[in-house]
């Protein structure tokens, strides 16, 4: 193996094991197989430019196309030309990949599911790494600024996993970078020949201190094995041995949003309040969900996506719980009394292409959930969470659920919670600020139940307190947010029902927080219609007998349900609700009979307000790993194919001119001299045959010349001057002057056609010497001569002349040829062994029968 085939199967390693650091990050991690395989192409397109060899800036602008190809293929197909070359449509489906991959990655945690834009980013930064790991280290032969992408691709993988990255993933990157360094190492050192180990000892005795082969490695790179696998050692064995660093390479998982591995009865979902801020600012307006239900009052109707129940005075979190089978009747909701009031409700909800969410938003408490797909059930938040990448993208769902109504007497009369539910949903963090507490009590004062106290809490945020509602400050949940919000009085949702819920605690309420969707906006056909700008946080506090409460402190947000107001509703309880003859039974999923739109056309914002739909399949999961590779190597060879005469041509050029290499390094055909590089080498011009060192030095010589002949007559076929192989070189010499019109008066400087036309006739007087003379005259300027030929010959073609000549070269038919000759070469040596084999056999069957005859 070749030291630059070695790099470049090192510096490949090297960027697979680090994107391994990637893996943790996304559910599932499959997508690092199509990354391998896209990145072993693109190197292996790299490897067959260098052996061309082509320019090295060159070389990376082939590799870099060729990526963008192979992406196009796997993410841009249907909108890219032939399925393949990128056009407008491609560019703009990419931009549309990259800014969903870029949303997807604020409003999920990890792991995140394996959305199609954060597939992109993610293939598509390997793919980057790997061209400049690929360039720095192979094509440029520098492999320790390779390291800078290196660390580069893992620095981002421990960012993004909150700084607590596997020391595994270390471990595979550090080593892959230790490879890279040792390939190129070994490579240097095998330019200078054998490698001078050091003092001889009992083995080396009489080698002069040189190791000849054999045995283990040469000392050099056992010393640098040494040095890599001492820094490596250092590396992981400090975080362990200094306790500041424990939160480090080594540290063990976090406790964020989503931490775990979703095993277990588990699953890690998105915490939507990351986004929530940006989704409020956002400058258009995007419709995301559509519902009809047969609620006599919609102004209760918060569609609730999650509870986050645990404050650890840097924000509120969700903690992470045991998860099962959505039932066929959800159980009754934790501490809901048969003795407070409830009306059942029917809503079918419809969920725009665009909104990818992993929880499910459904009014609560909802009691019965129609969905397909892979969904899972939290009973401890009553919450359905999307299972294995499962999102709300395009689904339609029915929700059965429960307005519960109870009243200011029921929730001034509450008994104490139970004792767990009360240490869990009233602790507070050691960090919190006396203030919060103490303007919590001033709030309060004078209250005499915890109703009255949440009740001041609510009137003191939304209308008494002084607040101002805006989406525009600086967004923070923590302890020190609360109180600078408290001083402020200016913020938005998160910071009222953070503060809200906080302050609860603090007086001994249980509180969490929920986060979803305010009721929407009406529009036709008796529906409702919910956008980005509905988007929104409210507090729970729990009173035993009523359950989970809805509290609603934000100002000009939403509505204060009737319990929280100043009158308080009929605590009669009420008959489950009737669809009003107005809704046209708006529960059902007929579409409106005023509806212009074919059935098949009542999706989510395609005719207005569409009623909702029956329950969708669970959504496509995109193409199978087979196809993804089927479409690949069928793109590599649509790529590569048309290329193959132009590559096959090259190459044997290079090969041709380059044939005194081994000369120059003493005769030794793996011989390299110190310093050389791979640029094809010219002969000395003060070199004769005389200064030859032996009979195999002739025969190289010799071999130069036919080697420059042969590149002369494919040079003129390529130019239309076809080889006529019963004529001499001298004649041959005359007829490609004549019919490449290299003569002199032609010409268009000394440089060029008047240098071809003597060039040609040097190189035929040389291979005359070699074919007829007892002992060849020096042959000097091979190279050079050549290289006038092809400049002469390729002056005086045409525009399309030149690019036949170099995309589809008539020489190339050689290859034709010497694959028909081998393959009668084959035949015949299966053919004699076939003889060989069966005619003792068949002699023997011959005797036998005529002896029984």
């Not at 519902?291 to 919609?298: L, W």
């Not at 990818?356 to 129609?370: D, F, H, I, N, S």
């Not at 009590?441 to 607040?467: C, H, I, M, N, P």
């Amino acid at each position: 193996m070749s030291g630059r085939t070695r790099l470049a199967l090192c510096a490949y390693a090297a960027t697979v094991m680090a994107s391994g650091a990637l893996m943790p990050l996304v559910d599932p991690a499959t997508w690092i197989v199509l990354a391998a395989l896209l990145v072993a192409v693109q190197s292996g397109v790299g490897a067959l430019t260098r052996r061309v060899p082509l320019a090295r800036p060159l070389t990376v602008a082939v590799q870099a196309v060729a990526a963008l190809l192979m992406l196009t293929l796997c993410f841009a197909r249907e909108q890219a030309v032939l399925g393949l070359i990128p056009g407008p449509e491609a560019w703009v489906h990419f931009s549309d990949l990259l800014s969903s991959g870029v949303q997807d990655v604020g409003r999920y945690a990890a792991p995140a599911p394996a959305t199609d834009g954060i597939r992109l980013m993610l293939v598509g930064g390997v793919l980057l790494i790997g061209l400049l790991v690929d360039a720095l280290a192979v094509t440029f032969r520098s492999a320790a600024p390779a390291g800078l992408p290196l660390l580069a691709l893992y620095s981002v993988a421990a960012a993004l996993s909150g700084g607590d990255a596997s020391w595994l993933w270390f471990l595979l990157a550090a080593v892959g970078y230790l490879l890279l360094l040792l390939a190129e190492g070994r490579d240097r050192l095998s330019q200078w020949g054998r490698v001078f180990g050091g003092a001889p000892g009992a083995s080396g005795a009489g080698t002069g201190g040189f190791e000849l082969g054999g045995g283990g490695p040469q000392a050099p790179v056992r010393t640098g094995r040494r040095i890599g696998a001492l820094a490596l050692g250092v590396a992981l064995a400090v975080p362990v041995v200094l306790p500041s660093l424990n939160g480090g390479l080594l540290g063990g998982a976090g406790n964020g949003p989503g931490a775990g591995g979703g095993r277990g009865g588990t699953i890690n979902a998105v915490n939507p309040v990351v986004t929530l801020q940006d989704t409020l600012n956002q400058p258009g307006l995007s419709e995301w969900l559509k519902y009809k239900t047969n609620a006599g009052d919609t102004n209760g109707m918060y569609l609730r996506l999650l509870a986050l129940n645990q404050f650890d005075g840097d924000s509120w979190k969700f903690s992470q719980r045991s998860v099962t089978d959505i039932p066929g009747e959800l159980p009754r909701p934790e501490g809901l009394s048969d003795s407070v009031a409830t009306t059942e409700v029917r809503t079918n909800i419809s969920v725009a292409g665009s909104y990818q969410q992993g929880w499910l938003p459904m009014p609560y408490p909802a009691t019965k959930v129609e969905v397909g797909g892979k969904w899972r059930f939290d009973p401890a938040r009553r919450t359905i969470i999307g299972d294995h990448g499962q999102t709300t993208s395009g689904l339609q769902y029915k929700v059965t659920s429960l307005q519960v109504k109870p009243t200011r007497e029921q929730l001034a009369d509450a008994p104490r919670p139970p004792s767990e539910l009360l240490k869990e949903y009233t602790q507070v963090p050691a960090q919190l600020p006396a203030d919060v507490r103490e303007t919590a009590v001033q709030v309060t004062k004078g209250a005499t139940s915890d109703y009255e106290r949440a009740v001041k809490l609510q009137d003191w945020f939304a209308s008494k307190g002084g607040f101002t509602y805006s989406t525009r400050v600086q967004s923070g949940g923590g302890a020190e947010g609360i109180s600078r919000f408290l001083k402020s009085k200016e913020g938005f949702c998160v910071h009222f029902s953070f503060s809200m819920a906080a302050m609860a605690r603090t007086l001994g309420i249980p509180a969490r927080v929920a986060v979803g969707f305010t009721p929407g906006s009406p529009v036709a056909g008796g529906a409702a219609s919910v956008t980005n700008r509905d988007a929104h946080a409210w507090p729970e506090l729990y009173f035993e007998g009523a359950g989970w409460t809805r509290f609603e402190p934000t100002p000009t947000r939403g509505s204060a349900p009737d319990y929280a107001r100043a009158q308080a509703p009929s605590d009669t309880p009420s008959a489950p609700a009737q669809p009003e003859a107005s809704s046209s039974a708006a529960a059902s999923t007929a579409p409106s009979s005023s509806s212009s739109c074919a059935a098949g056309d009542l999706r989510l914002g395609d005719c207005g307000a569409a009623a909702p739909q029956d329950t969708a399949g669970a959504a496509d999961q995109g193409p199978s790993l087979q196809a993804v590779l089927g479409w690949g190597l069928a793109g590599v060879a649509i790529v590569l194919v048309p290329l193959l005469p132009m590559l096959w041509r090259l190459r044997v050029r290079a090969r041709r001119l380059g044939s005194d290499r081994h000369v120059r390094t003493g005769g030794k055909p793996g011989g390299r001299a110190p310093g050389a590089s791979d640029e094809p080498l010219v002969e000395p011009d003060a070199r004769s045959t005389a200064e030859q060192d032996g009979p195999g030095d002739t025969e190289d010589a010799s071999a130069r010349v036919l080697a420059a002949w042969r590149e002369i007559c494919d040079s003129a076929w390529d130019h239309g001057i076809p080889p006529d192989d019963s004529q001499t070189p001298r004649k041959t010499a005359a007829r490609i002057v004549r019919l490449g019109q290299l003569d002199n008066s032609t010409v268009g400087g000394a440089d060029t056609t008047d240098g071809a036309t003597d060039a040609v006739h040097r190189v035929a007087r040389a291979v005359e010497q070699v074919l007829y003379a007892p002992t060849p005259g020096p042959a000097t300027g091979l190279v050079e001569d050549v290289r006038r030929v092809r400049s002469g010959l390729s002056a005086r073609s045409s525009r399309v002349g030149r690019l036949r000549a170099l995309l589809l070269p008539r020489s190339s038919a050689r290859v034709m040829w010497a694959l028909s000759g081998r393959w009668s070469a084959a035949a015949d040596r299966w053919a004699a062994t076939r003889d060989r084999v069966l005619s003792p056999a068949t002699d023997r069957l011959r005797r036998l029968a005529r002896q029984r005859g």
